[in-house]
């Protein structure tokens, strides 16, 4: 039985709302947590290159 034997005889909105509700309420604080941990680590990554870059340009400005 494929997916789409599965939902071949269900309304539209149980496809496409009611599923992605149900996945939304029960996966909802896991995905939640992948994304602000992959916003936490682009901030880190993002402020580790700006402290690089500073660090750099005060180097070259004082000992020039």
Do not use: N
Request: hydrophobic share 65%; glycine share 10%; aromatic share 14%.
């Amino acid at each position: 039985m494929t997916t789409k034997g599965i939902f071949q005889g269900l309304p539209w909105w149980v496809t496409w709302i009611a599923i992605p509700v149900l996945v939304l309420a029960v996966f909802g604080g896991l995905i939640m947590s992948v994304i602000g941990f992959v916003v936490g680590l682009v901030f880190k990554a993002l402020l580790l290159v700006v402290l690089i870059a500073g660090l750099v340009y005060v180097v070259r400005k004082f000992t020039s």
